[in-house]
Structure formats: C-alpha cells, structure tokens
C-alpha cells in the first residue's frame, strides 16, 4: 500500500494514496494529513488572513523572535511606521530617542530643520528649560552676534543687570572704562570718551619741584589745579606764591613760596 509514515506535512507523499489502494485505506490517509497539520501548526487557534505576499516579507528576514517583539503593544499606524522608510540612521542613532519623554507635537519642532548632527549637539548638555529656550524664538542675531557670549562668564544676574537699560552703552575697547589706585589717595579714571582724570597729593616743602602723574596722559595734558588739604592752611595758603605749570604729559612743576606741607592736586588729559 501507499501511506507513508510522517510527522510533519513536509514529510507527506503526494503520489499517495496509489491507485492500487483500497477505500479502506482513505481514512487512514486522512488521519495522516490532520495529524501533520496538527504537528505543523500547533498553534494556530483562528483564522489566519495574512497573504503569502505578506507572509513572503518575512523571507530572508534574520531577525530574532525578541527583535520582532520590540513591535509588540506598538500603536504606530503604518503611515506612521513608514515615516522611517528611507531612515539612514543606524539602531544606534535611533536608541538615542530612547527615554525621550517629548511629544510627537514637541518633536515635530524638529521638522524641517536644516541643522547637522554636530550642530544639534550643540544642545547636548543643556540645562535649560523649554520656556528658557523660548526666549531664542525670534532672535535675529547672527551666529557671530551670539559667539560674543562665547566665554563669558557673568551670571545670568549679572547679565539681567542690562535689562530694561535704554541708555547708550559707550564702547571704545577693551580699556573703555578703566581704573587704577581706585579709591586711594592718588590714582587716575579713563572715561569712555577717552578723557582720563588724575589726582593726588604733595607734601613737599618750600620752593619749586615737579610732581609725576600716576600716569602719563596719551595725548595731551589739558589743566592741573592744586589746593591746600587741610583748613588750617588755608590763610597761609592764600597769602603765598602758590602756583602749578604744566611741564609734559608726565608731570607738572609746583611752586610754593611758603611751606605748605599737604597740598592736593587734580588733572584732567586725553
């Protein structure tokens, strides 16, 4: 007779049953197909309507059950899922959504956006908060503009200490508002305009001597008035021969008649 022996439907002969085989054997043959049915798809408890086109996908397919799995409890529609149709990103670069807690609409910021990698992460790091990063929107500073914030290390506090100015800001360089000897009984001040201011005192005695600034004006030295420093020499002061000549850019000569011992002195140059 023709039945075979098989356990699975790969293992059945579809020359049987032969020609020579008696009825009495065609239940015998049935048995056979439903039990390698059976042991071929265990599993499967309702109808199954995916095509063999569907089913042919699957065909060279070397991905685990676990790979495949990650699809499971996945709500994407397929026009979502073939938004990545054309993705050159590798797994890797596409773990690195992996955690991110922003909304389709928050990432969706993100479309149409020309920026590289590299610049993207740029962000990286970032402590600020979205409605922090919102103060950028409508900025119409150039990438050079905002460099000039490239190494600045002012306080947020500090910074906002510019808020609300309407004044004009003088500018002109790095040494636009300077100070030496602050507070102290000699020294000088560099006004933004350029204008320096100098002073200081003198405790020399009678006769003529010169005084050196605290520094040499650049240009030109403009005016220098001196001035007793103490109110008990002022009567002298007044009946004596008291008088200061602007010499050079370093310094001023100072006469006096009578002794004077505390005299100061102020001096205005550019």
């Not at 495949?68 to 050159?88: K, M, Q």
């Not at 910074?159 to 790095?174: A, C, K, P, Q, R």
């Not at 100070?179 to 933004?192: I, Q, R, W």
Request: proline letters at 3%; aromatic letters at 8%; glycine letters at 8%.
């Amino acid at each position: 007779m023709g039945l075979e022996t098989s356990t699975y439907v790969n293992g059945l002969n579809s020359s049987n049953p032969a020609a020579t085989d008696g009825l009495s054997q065609a239940d015998d043959h049935l048995r056979l197909i439903k039990a390698n049915l059976l042991s071929t798809f265990p599993n499967l408890n309702a109808a199954v309507t995916t095509t063999p086109a569907e089913l042919n996908i699957l065909d060279g397919a070397t991905v685990t059950t676990a790979e495949l799995n990650i699809l499971d409890g996945v709500t994407s529609t397929a026009a979502e899922l073939n938004i990545l149709d054309g993705v050159t990103a590798t797994a890797a670069e596409i773990n690195v959504l992996d955690g991110i807690t922003a909304n389709v609409g928050e990432l969706n910021i993100l479309d149409g956006v020309t920026a590289t990698a590299a610049e993207l992460n740029v962000l990286d790091g970032i402590t600020a908060t979205v409605s922090e990063l919102n103060k950028l929107d409508g900025v119409t500073a150039t990438t050079a503009e905002l460099n000039i914030l490239d190494g600045v290390t002012a306080t947020a506090t500090q910074i906002n200490y510019l808020s609300n100015v309407s004044g004009t800001i003088w500018d002109s360089g790095s040494a636009a508002l300077s100070a030496g000897s602050s507070n102290e009984s000699s020294g000088y001040v560099k006004l933004p305009n350029g204008l320096y201011i100098q002073w200081g005192y003198d405790t020399s005695s009678v006769g003529t001597h010169y005084v050196t600034l605290p520094i040499a004006f650049p240009n030109y030295f403009f005016s220098v008035v001196v001035t007793v420093g103490d109110p008990f020499y002022q009567n002298l002061f007044n009946a004596s021969n008291f008088s200061a000549i602007i010499y050079d850019k370093t310094k001023f000569e100072l006469y006096s008649q009578s002794e004077i011992p505390n005299k100061h002195w102020i001096a205005i140059g550019n």
